[in-house]
């Protein structure tokens, strides 16, 4: 299924989707292994990078990032 944009009407909308179920839309090409395999090692490596990061900082980085993202939170809510 193609990706639709969000801001279609309701007409425009139901076209689409006949298009796509009769098959006048080209679907999207398939991603090939290579790719594949470079997306999730890439997402296993973003996984892993937060919590190497925290490691390596000191008690007081850490103080200060959480003080940060809390004043950033209660300026948010205000």
């Known amino acids: 299924m ?3 944009p969000k801001n279609m009407d309701l007409n425009q909308l139901a ?3 006949v298009d ?3 098959g006048e839309i080209e679907p999207e090409p398939e991603i090939d292994e290579k790719k594949k395999a470079a997306i999730e090692s890439g997402r296993l490596g973003g996984l892993k990078g937060g919590k190497s990061r925290a490691e390596k900082l000191t008690p007081e980085e850490r103080a200060d990032i959480a003080r940060t ?3 950033a939170r209660w300026r948010k809510n205000s």
């Open 2 to 4: 193609s990706k639709r």
């Open 15 to 17: 076209k689409c989707i």
């Open 20 to 22: 796509e179920a009769t």
């Open 69 to 71: 993202a809390a004043e």
